[in-house]
């Protein structure tokens, strides 16, 4: 597989966490989105209002690329069919899982976009076992859009799920206020557990707590923040969770506190 003209550095890579509690990371979603799950729909009616002959390679308005990998493991050959965009394009800071081809190392990645070293995946991805399709959808600048669907390896349907720009359709957004979509929370939903990146924002769109669901359960570092008057964003608490889902006898803890002007009044000693 051979990839071409490298993209412009969409996004600064996360610093390791000091004792400040300020913080800087320009990609934290540090107030409320104010559009949910349509773009990717606003540019294929755009397409469809344009377009009167289908062009190749062109998806939600946007020129691809088309190219593949093919992996072997044992007596099994799997293939992964897909598009990429060669647009500049910034990483969604709400989305938890983006998807990108690593033209370096030859794979498909799901975390910590690089742009120095791949490209977004969008449009048609199918992958293969052998002759079988195995799993087949739709990708909207990394993101999962539209219909995705599974099968075993006799080609019948063992999953289906639907995707809004990298939400399962299932999400739940709760609101301050619907007619002015002052959103409160966006909890992930896939098949009725909790699935994915959450985050709950203060009434004037500041984050006020991100975290991480994984199988309906809390993972990893969550993060609570203080409200501020929007001129820095400040952390207020990280609370330590399991690593992994289902893990037993592990009691979550607090790694370290702040105050409101970033200064540490307590971490827990490694």
């Not at 597989?1 to 000091?18: C, G, K, N, R, W």
Request: charged share 35%; hydrophobic share 30%.
């Amino acid at each position: 597989m051979i990839l071409t003209a490298p993209l412009q550095v969409l996004f600064a890579q996360e610093s390791e966490s000091d004792s400040s509690g300020i913080v800087s990371n320009r990609l934290l979603p540090t107030s409320a989105p104010t559009l949910l799950f349509n773009e990717a729909d606003e540019r294929q009616k755009e397409d469809r209002k344009k377009k009167k002959k289908k062009k190749k390679n062109v998806y939600y308005n946007v020129k691809t690329k088309k190219s593949y990998l093919k992996q072997t493991f044992r007596n099994q050959t799997i293939y992964e069919f897909f598009h990429y965009s060669l647009e500049t394009r910034h990483v969604d800071p709400y989305i938890r899982d983006i998807y990108w081809v690593d033209k370096k190392d030859n794979v498909i990645r799901t975390k910590n976009f690089d742009s120095s070293r791949g490209y977004l995946l969008h449009g048609p991805y199918e992958k293969k076992n052998g002759d079988i399709v195995v799993e087949s959808g739709m990708f909207y600048f990394g993101t999962k859009h539209g219909r995705w669907m599974k099968y075993d390896s006799k080609n019948i349907l063992v999953d289906k799920a639907h995707f809004a720009e990298g939400w399962p359709k299932e999400s739940r957004v709760t609101y301050y206020n619907r007619t002015d979509r002052k959103i409160e929370k966006v909890t992930p939903m896939e098949y009725d557990l909790k699935e994915g990146n959450f985050f709950h924002f203060y009434e004037d769109g500041q984050v006020a707590v991100t975290g991480e669901y994984q199988y309906g359960e809390k993972v990893g570092v969550w993060t609570e923040y203080w409200h501020t008057n929007k001129d820095k964003t400040i952390k207020k608490r990280e609370i330590q969770y399991q690593e992994a889902p289902y893990t037993k006898n592990f009691t979550p803890f607090i790694k370290a506190e702040w105050d409101k002007e970033g200064n540490i009044i307590y971490k827990k000693d490694t």
